[in-house]
T-cell receptor, first 116, second 112 residues
Framework: GAVVSQHPSWVICKSGTSVKIECRSLDFQATTMFWYRQFPKQSLMLMATSNEGSKATYEQGVEKDKFLINHASLTLSTLTVTSAHPEDSSFYIC????????????FGPGTRLLVL | QQQVKQSPQSLIVQKGGISIINCAYENTAFDYFPWYQQFPGKGPALLIAIRPDVSEKKEGRFTISFNKSAKQFSLHIMDSQPGDSATYFCAASTYNFNKFYFGSGTKLNVKP
């Protein structure tokens, strides 16, 4: 099956620093990638949708200057949490949509961010 | 407003029993309904999905039942096993699959 990787799997950083999370589709071309945030014992909250080569579309309430998304190639999207604060601590999950089978989203394993 | 409502929030089932999780939606434009399984600390994995042109889809021990008129769909796990213990999310999407709406999740615990 299709595989999506995320790196790092977990990260601890100091308040005020920026953190970059990578999402890669390993064996397929992802025309669209999604970034989600998940709080403990809660559902996935869509943050933004990114299409290769174009600007990301952010959901209402998500600060685009805070969460920078780049989708430079068909296999890589990055999420940068800028000037991270403790309230940004969360589980960030990306998913990628296979361009050949439009309906299927494949999720990455997630990145746990802890901001001290 | 929550687009997809999921119940129950948690479920305890004995090994070998049937686990049933229900979801309901309002938007009649939805036409793709996947179920995802998530283990602690991991990303969700696609379990099974259905389109509204069929009323049931079965894959192994997992079955989706779909009621278009009632705008409801459910996941049935037959012969539930302790390894099925996880959180299950239903979701819905429109034809262009540009956005998926997730249910609130059901934590399933299958007791040996």
């Amino acid at each position: 099956g299709a595989v999506v990787s995320q790196h790092p799997s977990w990260v601890i950083c100091k308040s005020g620093t920026s953190v970059k999370i990578e999402c890669r589709s390993l064996d397929f071309q992802a025309t669209t990638m999604f970034w989600y945030r998940q709080f403990p014992k809660q559902s996935l909250m869509l943050m933004a949708t990114s299409n290769e080569g174009s600007k990301a579309t952010y959901e209402q309430g998500v600060e685009k200057d805070k969460f920078l998304i780049n989708h430079a190639s068909l296999t890589l999207s990055t999420l940068t949490v800028t000037s991270a604060h403790p309230e940004d601590s969360s589980f960030y999950i990306c998913s990628a949509r296979d361009g050949s089978t439009q309906e299927t989203q494949y999720f990455g394993p997630g990145t746990r961010l802890l901001v001290l | 407003q929550q687009q997809v409502k999921q119940s129950p929030q948690s479920l305890i089932v004995q090994k070998g029993g049937i686990s049933i999780i229900n979801c309901a939606y309002e938007n009649t434009a939805f036409d793709y309904f996947p179920w995802y399984q998530q283990f602690p600390g991991k990303g969700p994995a696609l379990l099974i999905a259905i389109r509204p042109d069929v009323s049931e889809k079965k894959e192994g021990r997992f079955t989706i039942s779909f009621n278009k008129s009632a705008k409801q769909f459910s996941l049935h796990i037959m012969d539930s096993q302790p390894g099925d213990s996880a959180t299950y999310f239903c979701a819905a999407s429109t034809y262009n699959f540009n956005k998926f709406y997730f249910g609130s999740g059901t934590k399933l615990n299958v007791k040996p």
